[in-house]
C-alpha cells in the first residue's frame, strides 16, 4: 500500500511540471512581434562621399641616344609636365639618379637644363632642384665633357630624371598624405668610333699623287676614314660603311682587304681608312653612313654644298689648315670632306688626309697671321739673303750671276764682285760697326738720326723683312763704293736705295781710307712696278 501511494504522487508531480512546461512555451511562441501604434522612415539620397587626389604625368620619358664629344652631337630633347584631372596643386622637387652603367662615362655626361626661374648647368649625376612650383615644359640638353675618353667605345649609362610631387600647402613631401612620383628614363651610349674624313671623287694625279678614279682600288679611288676618339683600341668587325643610295651592293664591309692601317681594329686615338674599291658615293652629294654589326647606325654625314674646290687629301694623318677656296656645284676633284679638329670638329671641306690629321688652311690664318707665315727665317751668321723662290728661266739674263748656286742680280753698269771675295766677305761674320765720327754723311737719302734710333743689326732686319713679304727677293752681287765717313745713326738709311743698286763713281768701286761694301737685295718681281725693296749692311774696314 506504501508502495503504491508513493508512485501516485510521483505520477501527479511529473504531470504537473509538464503542464507548466507545455503552458509557458504555448505563451512564449505566441509572441511574433510587437506592434507600435507610432513610426517613421527616412532617406538620405544627396550624400557623396568622395577622395582627394594628386596626380601628374611626365610628356616624352624615354630617351635612347648615342652620345660622343664631337662639337654640335649633343642630345637636346623636351618634357612636359601635366596636372591631371581633378589633381590638387603640386610642387616637386626634381633630381638625378644613376641606374647602371659605366662609372666613367657616366660621370663625364654634362647636363643643361631651364625650367620657368629654374636653370642648371653642371654634372649629369649632381642635378638637383628643390621646392619647384611650377610644371610644365623643361628643355634639355646634355653633352660630353670634350676631353672624354678613358672609356671605349659602346658603354652604356642609364639615368632617371626623378620628379617627386607633393601637395602645394604642405612644407615637406614625408608629411603629405598626397603624393606622386614621375621619371625621365635616360639609356645613353657611348660614341666613341666616328666618321672623320672622306674622299668622294678622284680624279688623277694631285697633290703629288695619283689618287686614281671612281673605280680604283685601294690605295686609289674613293675612301671613308674613320677616328676613335677613345683610349682604347676597338675591333670594328662586321661594321660597314653605306651610302645613302640603299643598294646592297654599295654596302662596304670593314677588312683587312680594304683598310689602312690592314685590318679591323682601329687604335686609340688613331685613324682607320676604308677604300671603296669601286664607284659607291655621288659626285654631286650624297650620305656616308656608318654602321656596326647589328645594325645600328653610329655616325652619318652628308655632304651637297661645297666650302672649298681645291683641297689636298691625307689619308691615315691628321686634319689640319692649308689654303682652298672657290665656289663650284659639283664635289671637285681630289678634295676631301673632313672633321677639323680630327674627331671632335666641325665638318668642313679641307685637304684630303687620309689615314692621318685633317688639314684646313683657308685664306685667312687661323692659327698663325699672314705676316707670321710670310716671314722668312733669318740667318744671323751669313750675310747673304736666301733666296725664296728660283727665278724662272726667262728672267736669267747677262745680269744673273750665280754663286754657291744662289742666283744674285749684277748692278747695270758695273762689274760684278768677284766669287772670291763675296766668299771671303761672307766668311767674315758679322761686320763691325764704326761710331760716327761727326762728319757729315754723303748721299741725299742719308739723314742724321738721333743715336737713340741705332739697332743691334739683328734688330735692323725686322722692318726691312716686312718690306718683302709680298714678293720673293733675288740678291745683288755685293759691290765696291766710296763709303760715308761715317755710319749715320738710322737704320732704316742703311741700304734704302733699291732697284738697280749703287753705282761706283770710280769705276774700279776702290774707296779712301774707309772701304764699305754694300750687299742689297732687289726684289725679282713684276719688271714694269719700277721700285723694288731691298737690304743693305754697311761693313767698315
Known amino acids: 500500500m506504501i508502495h503504491n501511494k508513493i508512485i ?59 652620345i660622343g664629344i664631337e662639337l654640335g652631337e649633343d642630345i637636346e630633347f623636351i618634357s612636359i609636365l601635366v596636372k591631371m584631372n581633378g589633381s590638387l596643386d603640386i610642387q616637386y622637387n626634381t633630381y638625378a639618379e644613376k641606374i647602371s652603367g659605366n662609372n ?44 672624354a675618353g678613358s672609356f671605349s667605345h659602346g658603354e652604356q649609362c642609364n639615368i632617371d630624371l626623378v620628379f617627386k610631387g607633393w601637395r602645394d600647402d604642405v612644407s615637406d613631401f614625408n608629411q603629405s598624405g598626397f603624393t606622386d612620383e614621375e621619371r625621365i628614363h635616360l639609356h645613353l651610349t657611348s660614341r666613341m668610333i666616328v666618321l672623320n674624313e672622306f674622299l668622294p ?46 643598294d646592297l651592293n654599295n654596302k662596304i664591309f670593314i677588312t683587312a682587304q680594304n683598310t689602312y692601317p690592314a685590318g679591323t681594329v682601329i687604335g686609340a686615338k688613331s685613324w682607320l681608312v676604308v677604300y671603296m674599291n669601286k664607284a659607291v658615293l655621288d659626285n654631286t652629294g650624297d650620305m656616308v653612313r656608318l654602321f656596326d654589326s647589328v645594325d645600328t647606325l653610329i655616325d652619318s654625314y652628308t655632304y651637297i654644298s661645297h666650302d672649298f674646290c681645291e683641297l689636298e687629301p691625307t689619308p691615315g694623318q691628321g686634319n689640319e689648315f692649308t689654303v682652298g677656296g672657290g665656289s663650284c656645284e659639283m664635289v671637285p676633284s681630289n678634295k676631301s670632306y673632313a672633321r677639323i679638329p680630327d674627331g671632335i670638329g666641325d665638318w668642313v671641306d679641307p685637304v684630303p688626309t687620309p689615314g692621318g690629321p685633317n688639314i684646313l688652311k683657308e685664306g685667312e690664318p687661323q692659327f ?85 734710333q741705332f739697332l743691334p743689326e739683328a734688330e735692323q732686319a725686322e722692318p726691312e723683312e716686312e718690306l718683302i713679304e709680298e714678293e720673293p727677293i733675288v740678291e745683288e752681287a755685293p759691290t765696291i763704293e766710296q763709303a760715308p765717313a761715317d755710319v749715320p745713326d738710322n737704320p732704316a738709311d742703311i741700304g734704302s736705295d733699291s732697284g738697280n743698286g749703287s753705282e761706283d763713281s770710280s769705276g774700279d768701286g776702290v774707296g779712301g781710307e774707309n772701304e764699305s761694301v754694300s750687299i742689297e737685295a732687289s726684289a725679282a718681281g713684276d719688271s714694269d712696278a719700277g721700285e723694288t725693296a731691298g737690304t743693305g749692311e754697311t761693313v767698315s774696314e
Open 8 to 66: 501516485k504522487k510521483s505520477i501527479a508531480k511529473t504531470l504537473a511540471i509538464l503542464l507548466i512546461v507545455a503552458l509557458n512555451w504555448a505563451g512564449l511562441s505566441a509572441v511574433i512581434e510587437t506592434i507600435a501604434y507610432f513610426n517613421d522612415t527616412e532617406g538620405s539620397p544627396q550624400n557623396v562621399i568622395s577622395a582627394a587626389s594628386l596626380d601628374f604625368a611626365v610628356i616624352n620619358n624615354n630617351i635612347e641616344k648615342l
Open 104 to 147: 666613367d662615362f657616366c660621370n663625364a655626361l654634362q647636363l643643361e637644363a631651364s625650367h620657368s626661374s629654374v636653370f642648371y648647368n653642371g654634372a649629369l649625376l649632381s642635378f638637383n632642384e628643390n621646392n619647384v612650383a611650377n610644371l610644365g615644359t623643361w628643355s634639355f640638353e646634355i653633352k660630353m665633357l670634350p676631353g
Open 201 to 246: 671623287r678622284p680624279d688623277g694625279v694631285d697633290y703629288d699623287f695619283n689618287f686614281g678614279n671612281d673605280d680604283s682600288t685601294k690605295p686609289q679611288g674613293e675612301w671613308v676614314e674613320i677616328y676613335n676618339n677613345s683610349d682604347f683600341a676597338f675591333d670594328l668587325s662586321g661594321w660597314y660603311v653605306w651610302d645613302a643610295s640603299g
Open 368 to 452: 698663325a697671321s699672314e705676316a707670321e707665315q710670310a716671314e722668312p727665317v733669318l740667318e744671323p751668321e751669313s750675310e747673304i739673303q736666301t733666296i725664296t723662290k728660283m727665278p724662272e728661266e726667262d728672267d736669267l739674263s747677262d745680269e744673273m750671276i750665280i754663286i754657291d748656286g744662289l742666283f744674285v742680280a749684277a748692278p747695270l753698269n758695273s762689274e760684278p764682285l768677284p766669287v772670291e771675295a763675296l766668299q771671303s766677305e761672307a766668311e767674315q761674320g758679322e761686320p763691325a760697326v764704326e761710331e760716327p765720327v761727326g762728319e757729315e754723311p754723303i748721299g741725299q737719302e742719308q739723314e742724321q738720326e738721333p743715336e737713340s
